[in-house]
Structures are given as structure tokens and as C-alpha cells.
């Protein structure tokens, strides 16, 4: 069976970097490109962060710097939960790059790679779209080449930036807006599922007791738990990796219950900016664009497996130091 072919768009941050780490150890795919946008963190962090990640769980894969803004939103960026480094810890940290950015912008790469292999190569977005937005804009034809889109995003549900809007889309609602209606194959995975898509404390003491001190991935873990409303507030005892969840779904669809529905973003100022809203109606108009959008989720499957995988990156990363 050969690998799932993937180019993944981040802004790294916790939880992408589980869900990176899911990745590439799960063994199921080849992870052809990294590609980097502002998001969590401006792009410099993003990108040092996606390549540090890369570096630490002994890739090679390319890294490429995508946007350094959004199309038209301009907004103060979130350091209160990944720190001001987009990839604060709690103590020990990652070791630096050995490698450099790959040349070339990001959305440009995207293109390339995807008119190269039509129909081959899987995006797994996990930050604001701007670099897909950007991609789809100089190559309209993209949405048609692409095998799929999955991408943590939105929430019929509701908001975690503000009452009505998930973060990644309010970060860039006009790009996630293009995207939309390009007619793409998508999934997405809001804060409908990712909201619950959290590890708990036998979980966490699992991954610190992975290896002896020092542990980054479970200090950096640890950084994104203290900083959870979530756990502060007592709902859950550990912290909602959002971004681990297309990527779960990717190698295990059973783990997610996901409908077809069509999706619009809000890109009018006001309270509503960034919402996705999806139209539920049996007899909703044919005309607009579907996509997948997952519901429910097997969380204490899906905690486990995310686990193993960052279990997996700390023996990885304390055999390279
Ligand atoms: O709302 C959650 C999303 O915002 C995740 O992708 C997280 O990394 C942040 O970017
Ligand atoms: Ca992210």
C-alpha cells in the first residue's frame, strides 16, 4: 500500500507540533513538504518552530516560509497560549535547527507540488489558510488537482477567539472563505470535535515518564496545559490538541463521524467575523459548495493514539540529542 502523499501548512504552536509528530511517526505517510504561515506566532517563529520540529524527529523534510500576514485581517498574536516563541515549554526545549528555510514562498510550493502529482498530494492545513488562499489564487485550477483538504478549523458550534469564531479562520476568514468556494474535497475538523480531542492525566504521565529528564515534549506539553481555559476552568485535565485530529483521521477514519454540509465563512466586520456557519436543513440548496464536516469523535481512542505518538517523539528525540 503505498503512503498517503501530504504537504502540511502550519503555524507551529503545540498542538501542530503533535500533530506533526503524529505524522511522521504513525509511518503512514510521505511528508513531502512543511510549509509555514503566521498564525499562533509571526512566520519567523512559525517557520524556526516547523523547522526545529522536523529537525528534532529526524526528517529531513523541506521547510518553506508561506505568509508573513493574512490577506486582510490584522490582529495581536496569541503568545498567552504558545508562549511568545509560538513554542514555549515548560523547561527543557527542542535542540536547534541544523537546517536552513527551503527557498521559495510556500503557496508557490503548494502549486507546484500539486501540478506535479494531480490528483496525488493530500494538504493538511493547520493554521490560517492564507498559503492556500494564496495557492488557489495564482492557480485556480488547484482545487481540482488537489486528492484532498483536511484542516483543523472553524466550529458549527461556536468560537474559542471569540464567542462566534475558531482562531485558524478568524486569523484569515478571506482565505478560508476562497478556499471554501473553490468546490475543494474537504474535511474539516472544528472545535465541534476538537474542542473535546483532549489527552488526560494518565496520558500526560505516560509521556513524562517516556524517558528520563529531559523531556521536551513533555515540558512543552505541560507549557500548553497550564495555558488551557479548559483545565483551568476544570472541564478536562489535560489539553484539546486540535490539530492532532485531521491528521488522526487521515490514518484512522473510524476515530471521527464527519457529515456533509455546506459551509460559509463570515468576512463581514463585526461580532459574527470568522464564523462557519453550515447549513443543516435537509433541503438546504443543492447549489452550494459541501464539504465534510466531522461531529463526534471516539476521544479516548484518539487520546491514545495521539499519545503514543508523542511518547514515540520523546524516545525519538532524547536517542538523536
Ligand atoms: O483554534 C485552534 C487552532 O488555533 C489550532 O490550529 C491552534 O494551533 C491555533 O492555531
Ligand atoms: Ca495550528
Known sequence: MPRRRLIIDCDPGHDD???????????????????????????DRTVANALTIADALGTSIPVYAGA?????????????????TGLDSAGATLPPP?????????????????????GEITLVVLGPMTNLALALALDPDLASKVRELVF?????????????AEFNVWADPEAAAIVLRS?????????????????????????????????????????????????????VHGPSLHDTCPVAWLIDPTLF???????????SPGPRYGATDADRRTWAPDHLPRID?????????????????????????????
Do not use: W
Open 152 to 164: 483543523m478549523g472553524g466550529g458549527i458550534v461556536g468560537g474559542n477567539v471569540t464567542a462566534r
Open 183 to 235: 468546490g475543494i474535497k474537504a474535511t474539516m475538523f472544528g472545535l465541534d470535535v476538537t474542542n473535546r480531542a483532549f489527552i488526560d492525566t494518565d496520558d500526560l504521565a505516560r509521556l513524562r515518564a517516556a524517558v528520563p529528564a529531559p523531556n521536551p515534549v513533555a515540558d512543552i506539553i505541560q507549557f500548553y496545559t497550564e495555558r488551557s481555559g479548559d483545565v483551568a476552568a476544570g472541564r
Open 257 to 267: 463521524q464527519t457529515e456533509s454540509l455546506p459551509v460559509t465563512v463570515e468576512t
Open 293 to 321: 464536516v466531522a461531529l463526534e469523535l471516539d476521544r479516548p481512542r484518539l487520546a491514545a493514539r495521539v499519545t503514543d505518538a508523542l511518547v514515540e517523539a520523546a524516545k525519538r528525540i532524547a536517542n538523536n540529542a
Open 68 to 84: 508573513v500576514a493574512p490577506l486582510l485581517h490584522r490582529y495581536e498574536f496569541p503568545a498567552a497560549f504558545h508562549g511568545v
Open 98 to 118: 541544523r537546517r536552513a528555510v527551503a527557498p521559495g514562498h510556500a503557496a508557490l510550493e503548494i502549486a507546484a507540488r500539486v501540478n506535479a502529482a494531480p
Open 17 to 43: 507540533f503533535a500533530a506533526i509528530a503524529l505524522a511522521v511517526t504513525s509511518g503512514a505517510f510521505d511528508i513531502e513538504a512543511i510549509t509555514a504561515v503566521c498564525g499562533n506566532a509571526p512566520l
